[in-house]
């Protein structure tokens, strides 16, 4: 195991990236797991914390599993094994308004009295506690990259090195600590690794505001 928890690997996170501290960087957090890290990392480096919601598509007979993703605009990312998982377009089509109706949700609950962030002109880093297939990652990078950021990094602790491949085109920097070949699932990087519920998510972010 490589993190005793999300703080932990937020702090050594932080470590790698104390080259932005002072330049007022925006820590975007993908939700739910990520919201305590990058609260922890903006802190640091004396950053704005916010959220990006992006919702993985997941695959037929199996949730957990991403296919794909897609954004708060509705872009949609598909994954080039997404048909051979057993997902149609008009599976797609169908997953990809139930997720979008759950960021809609999620949107109205974590920023109920102000819109996001502006992200343009700015170096922005998005965290998240581990990427497995980088799907949602990846829609993430590139509704900020839309926006007009300065610099765009991606932060993470852990993901395979094909992942990591995969997500370093939509961003300029990745920030990984560990690359394991023997990756299976991101829980299994870590000692401790319980659920974000909602209720922690809008508290962190009320006090950010």
Same mark, same amino acid.
């Given at each position: /195991?490589?993190?005793?928890?999300? !703080? ?24 739910? %797991?990520?919201?305590?890290?990058? =609260? ?6 004396? %950053? ?28 949609? @990312? ?18 990809? +308004?139930?997720? /979008? ?11 109920? !009295?102000? #819109?996001?962030?502006?992200?343009? %002109?700015?170096?922005? !880093? ?6 497995? +297939?980088?799907?949602? /990652? ?18 993470? #602790?852990?993901?395979? #090195?094909?992942?990591?491949? =995969?997500?370093?085109? @939509? ?15 991101? %829980?299994?990087? @870590? ?19």
């Amino acid at each position: /195991m490589s993190f005793n928890n999300r !703080i932990d690997a937020a702090d050594q996170l932080a470590a790698k990236l104390s080259p932005y501290r002072g330049q007022h960087p925006l820590v975007l957090a993908i939700p739910r %797991g990520a919201v305590p890290m990058a =609260k922890r990392i903006a802190e640091t480096l004396q %950053g704005d914390l916010d959220v990006v919601l992006v919702r993985k598509l997941g695959a037929p007979y199996n949730a957990e599993f991403a296919v794909g993703s897609v954004d708060e605009s509705g872009w949609t @990312y598909v994954s080039e094994y997404a048909s051979s998982a057993g997902a149609t377009p008009a599976y797609i089509e169908q997953e990809k +308004t139930r997720q /979008m109706e759950t960021m809609r949700k999620r949107r109205a609950q974590y920023t109920p !009295i102000r #819109p996001p962030i502006d992200p343009a %002109g700015r170096i922005v !880093i998005v965290v998240d506690d581990g990427l497995a +297939t980088g799907a949602t /990652m990846i829609s993430a990078l590139h509704s900020l990259r839309a926006k007009s950021t300065a610099k765009l990094i991606c932060a993470v #602790p852990v993901a395979p #090195p094909e992942t990591i491949e =995969k997500v370093a085109g @939509y961003c300029d920097e990745v920030v990984c600590l560990e690359t394991p070949y023997d990756f299976r699932a991101v %829980g299994q990087f @870590y000692r401790e690794f319980p659920q974000v519920e909602d209720e922690e998510v809008i508290e962190i972010l009320k006090q950010a505001t």
